[in-house]
């Protein structure tokens, strides 16, 4: 089993910055990729960013020059930095991780509970 704790979340007023983070730990063989979600209230779930073990980096269009995402593969952490927060960044963050774990192995895509983030005008 591969488990991810995100931390970061918060209520912040437009224009401020937040940082999210989350560490996966378990059966870990190795971590292909990782990335956030997020879900705001009424509509479904998108990408926000992903990042692969390799570093290649994918954002959606509407937080390009916003957002960055990095990892640090020594502690299994991916990180969202979010700055100039607008109120339509208001949502539920997840992350997400795809990659192989034993105990036997095989493939895990597996899901954070969630980090809110507000983002008041």
């Known amino acids: 089993q591969v488990l991810l704790v995100e931390s970061g979340g918060g209520l912040v007023q437009a224009g401020e910055s937040l940082r999210l983070s989350c560490a996966a730990s378990?059966?870990?063989?190795?971590?292909?990729?990782m990335g956030w979600y997020r879900q705001a209230p009424g509509k479904q779930r998108e990408l926000v960013a992903t990042?692969?073990?390799?570093?290649?980096?994918y954002y959606t269009d509407s937080v390009k020059g916003r957002f960055t995402i990095s990892r640090d593969n020594a502690k299994n952490t991916v990180y969202l930095q979010m700055n100039s927060l607008k109120p339509e960044d208001t949502a539920v963050y997840y992350c997400?991780?795809?990659?192989?774990?034993?105990?036997?192995?095989?493939?895990?895509?597996?899901w954070g509970q969630g980090t809110q983030v507000t983002v008041s005008s």
């Open positions: 997400n991780a795809q990659g192989w774990r034993w105990g036997p192995l095989e493939n895990y895509d597996t």
């Open positions: 378990g059966r870990i063989v190795s971590i292909n990729v």
């Open positions: 990042i692969s073990s390799a570093g290649s980096t």
